[in-house]
């Protein structure tokens, strides 16, 4: 979707450094989210923010800290990446009502 | 909690056939929204389709179609004249009604289209 962008679209780390991925919505919504997707288990959610400063937890966010200090921008960090950690991370906006759109994806390989 | 269960890990097709992919769910909200997602080997997320579960009109979107069965809690999609292009994994989807809560996936149905 020409409207949400993610950097760095492929990563490589090793374990124990942090990392830090970038959402970033042209759009102006309120609602932006973090999900992981893994072999098995489809997608699930990270954490999820309802505005700025605003955020709230997901199924597995052990490992994960977020920020919202503007609309256009939802930041994903990983404290200190583990192997476990190495998925396609997905960030999604809220647009109109109740429907997801999603950004292109984040490929990230913890060494 | 929600879960969303796609029973068939894998499917293929004929092109020009008709494929049916099938999702059921648990939950005990009354209102909410069911989708279907459509990842290519892209990996971009691309929404099919969407059904409010308020609406007993089975939602539909050229040649995607749902049979949502509400009480038996089934959401099935229903791909017609199916081309290569729709070679792709597919995942179904669960939202409460609340306005804009995260989605819950199934883990997702690999659909072939051979040609």
């Known amino acids: 979707d020409a409207g949400i962008t993610q950097s760095p679209r492929h990563k490589v780390t090793e374990t124990g450094t942090p990392v830090t991925l970038r959402c970033h919505q042209t759009?102006?919504?309120?609602?932006m989210y973090w999900y992981r997707q893994d072999p098995g288990h489809g997608l699930r959610l990270i954490h999820y923010?309802?505005?700025?400063?605003?955020?709230d937890k997901g199924e597995v966010s052990d490992g994960y800290s977020v920020s919202r200090s503007k609309t256009e921008d939802f930041l994903l960090t990983l404290e200190s990446a583990t192997s476990s950690q190495t998925s396609v991370y997905f960030c999604?906006?809220?647009?109109?009502?109740?429907?997801?759109?999603f950004g292109p994806g984040t490929r990230l390989l913890v060494l | 909690a929600q879960t969303v269960t796609q029973s068939q890990p894998e499917m293929s097709v004929q092109e020009a056939e008709t494929v049916t992919l099938s999702c059921t769910y648990d939950?005990?909200?009354?209102?909410?929204?069911l989708f279907w997602y459509k990842q290519p080997p892209s990996r971009q997320m691309i929404l099919v389709i969407r059904?409010?579960?308020?609406?007993?009109q089975n939602a539909t979107e050229n040649r995607f179609s749902v049979n949502f069965q509400k009480a038996a809690k089934s959401f099935s999609l229903k791909i017609s004249d199916s081309q290569l292009g729709d070679t792709a994994m597919y995942f179904c989807?669960?939202?409460?009604?609340?306005?804009?809560?995260?989605?819950?996936f199934g883990k997702g149905t690999r659909l072939s289209v051979i040609a």
């Open positions: 059904q409010e579960a308020y609406k007993q």
């Open positions: 759009e102006n919504h309120r609602y």
């Open positions: 999604a906006i809220g647009r109109g009502l109740e429907t997801q759109y």
């Open positions: 923010s309802y505005g700025v400063k605003d955020t």
């Open positions: 939950t005990s909200e009354n209102n909410y929204y």
């Open positions: 989807a669960f939202m409460k009604s609340s306005g804009n809560t995260p989605l819950v």
